[in-house]
């Protein structure tokens, strides 16, 4: 029997078509999206012309009113209700964040019904009191609310807010061309609630393992382990494979040696003998350190204990070679470090067609006012999946340099654009106790560190679902400041993203970039001191601290987080009516004799000189006696100032 090539073309034609219609037959339900939310074996995945898009409460001005005032909030009214987002499908809302949930109700109108299909408090998305909104999958911490229970359509979805004011809101989505989706209905059998709490699991393990993601092309690992001792200007190779396969975690455990002031140790990684290496960064930068310390513990990479940990699948074609660069520096006297690393891995090859490489961007910049900082900007096929960034104002005081907005331009459209820094990290309200005040870590994001005196912040955030993909190119960076970059800032991070296309070019960390910054002046606002009342006085919080006393008492401040050194100690307080005295003295030492705030009308005075302190850790405190002054019972302090004093 004759076969022409025509036929074969045919029958080809024929094959494919069969196989697309039967997966477009296939149901996709939410469960399908749930899934991927410990799936990380899929990550390297690509999706076709599936765009992550957003509806976020941003200044379409460009100015900084995100959410307060509402006039971005929603795309219109329907009688007393906003219409806060309206997708057209099929596709599935992966995100909700805000920091400002009310107990409003919301309402789910898929695929053109007239009745809701899922009527909820906005509180409750986040409250873990209605099912299947449970934690940690939806939860609130350092500031923000977030959800990422997937809500499927298979037509369109418009969500509703029954308010008169909605204020920061971004609701996350994307298309799924090609698939037969059902629409979220509500109804759960058993196996859905056994998958959610597989899930729930997965993001609560505050120990994560690479066994909790040996699935799929990531399963049937083995293990390399290497103990060597690495000396300044020496580079050790670790992990060395001449043959397809692909890395399923690591682990690298330095003791405390990659902590301190001076980050000179490197990691290195290279795919298929490629010009650029894919990873290479600092040590502490690449794990999340935040300036000197572990800080970041998610569930995908970050430290616990001694041991630095990645568990994001890395595939490649013929070859990969894994590094320690110890850089040797002048100036500095350098201990050898003692590494022991594991690396697990298979021999399952990258499918060329659909998976893309891991590559990682490290960037640290002075970034210059006016210019956005650059997470990532990469040519060819793939998607977005992480962001560490730490964030050093270059300028004393608080830090509004987090009031930047981020921004997404995928295949030269704009898709997504945030409303403030903290904002993209899922959290909010930044110098505001037990909000995003400190360093805290959840399963996909978190904050790094926070600390007004040394003004400075940081965050994480991973993108499973979500993550942002692109047929032809990628831009996404952040602003730094209120409007226009306006904000001096020194930015540190690494960009995470796959690819079809190898790095074009990388930064080598010179050793000036490889030290971390310290200010020389350092100031300690109201809200976040931490103090210690003594004897007879009451102490509130205005907009400064108020001690109230009768028959005198002290206030103890402790000045945490700044170096060791000799500092100049100003103070800025209100002389008022009813000022009282007060007296400053470190410990059993006296820093100033007593000084009235007694005035007939109230004055600021600010940057008051009150003496020269040293700063131990054993000796980081001052303490304000304060004492009636003729029916002047309150002394009001407002900043505390500590500029270092030259050697």
């Not at 989706?181 to 509500?186: C, D």
């Not at 210690?532 to 009768?550: E, L, W």
Request: hydrophobic share 30%; glycine share 10%; charged share 25%.
């Amino acid at each position: 029997m004759e076969i022409t090539l025509k036929k074969v073309s045919v029958f080809l034609s024929a094959v494919l078509w069969a196989g697309s219609y039967v997966m477009a037959q296939n149901p996709y339900r939410w469960t399908d999206e749930l899934e991927l939310l410990k799936r990380v074996d899929k990550l390297p995945e690509y999706r076709t012309g599936s765009y992550v898009e957003q509806f976020s409460s941003y200044d379409r001005t460009w100015g900084n009113d995100d959410g307060f005032a509402g006039t971005y909030s929603f795309l219109r009214k329907e009688d007393d209700r906003l219409v806060i987002a309206e997708m057209e499908g099929p596709g599935v809302i992966n995100r909700i964040w805000t920091p400002t949930p009310t107990d409003n109700m919301l309402y789910f109108y898929f695929d053109g019904q007239k009745e809701p299909g899922l009527k909820i408090k906005f509180s409750d998305l986040f409250s873990g009191k209605v099912y299947p909104f449970t934690k940690p999958v939806c939860g609130n911490e350092i500031g923000g609310f977030y959800c990422y229970l997937p809500i499927t359509y298979k037509k369109s979805c418009k969500i509703v807010f029954d308010g008169p004011k909605l204020e920061f809101i971004q609701i996350q989505y994307r298309n799924l061309p090609g698939k037969k989706v059902e629409t979220y209905t509500g109804e759960f059998s058993q196996q859905d609630k056994e998958l959610l709490a597989e899930v729930n699991k997965v993001w609560a393990d505050l120990t994560p393992a690479v066994t909790n993601y040996t699935f799929g092309k990531s399963a049937v690992t083995q293990t390399m382990e290497k103990t060597f001792t690495i000396n300044p200007g020496e580079e050790v190779s670790f992990f060395e494979m001449e043959e397809p396969g692909r890395i399923v975690g690591m682990t690298i455990d330095g003791g405390s040696s990659f902590e301190g002031l001076y980050k000179d140790v490197l990691l290195s990684a290279r795919w298929d003998n490629e010009k650029v290496e894919a990873i290479y960064a600092p040590v502490a930068d690449f794990f999340g350190y935040a300036y000197g310390k572990g800080a970041m513990r998610s569930i995908l990479m970050g430290k616990q204990g001694t041991s630095n940990y990645c568990y994001l699948p890395m595939p490649f074609d013929e070859s990969a070679s894994m590094k320690i660069i110890y850089k040797k520096r002048e100036d500095v006297q350098q201990s050898p470090v003692s590494v022991n690393v594991k690396v697990y891995y298979n021999s399952n090859k990258r499918n060329a067609k659909q998976e893309g490489k891991f590559y990682s961007t490290w960037r640290r910049e002075k970034t210059p006012l006016g210019t956005f900082h650059k997470f990532a900007a990469q040519k060819g096929k793939g998607h977005y999946i992480g962001t560490i960034h730490q964030a050093q104002g270059l300028r004393p005081g608080m830090t509004l340099f987090f009031e930047g907005d981020d921004t997404t331009y995928v295949d030269k459209k704009a898709r997504l654009h945030g409303t403030g820094s903290e904002d993209y990290y899922n959290g909010g309200w930044y110098a505001c106790l037990d909000r995003w005040d400190r360093g805290n870590s959840l399963p996909l994001h978190g904050c790094l560190d926070y600390s007004l005196p040394m003004a400075r912040t940081g965050g994480y955030r991973f993108f499973l679902v979500d993550k942002m993909s692109y047929e032809k190119e990628i831009y996404h960076g952040m602003e730094h400041g209120e409007v226009k970059n306006n904000f001096p800032v020194d930015y540190i991070s690494i960009g995470l993203f796959y690819s079809d296309r190898p790095l074009q070019n990388r930064e080598e960390p010179s050793a000036e970039q490889r030290v971390v910054y310290l200010p020389t002046e350092h100031i300690y606002f109201p809200q976040l001191m931490e103090m210690t009342v003594g004897g007879g006085i009451q102490v509130s919080n205005d907009r400064g601290i108020r001690m109230n006393t009768c028959h005198g008492g002290v206030v103890r401040i402790n000045l945490t987080d700044v170096p060791e050194g000799r500092y100049r100690l100003l103070i800025n307080y209100f002389e008022k009516p009813n000022g009282a005295d007060f007296q400053i003295w470190q410990r059993q030492k006296q820093l100033s004799d007593w000084i009235s705030t007694k005035n007939g009308k109230e004055v600021e005075k600010t940057r008051v000189h009150v003496g020269d302190i040293n700063l131990t850790e054993q000796t980081n405190t001052i303490t304000f006696h304060v004492r009636n002054n003729q029916g002047g019972d309150q002394f009001e302090l407002g900043l505390i100032i500590l500029e270092r004093i030259k050697e």
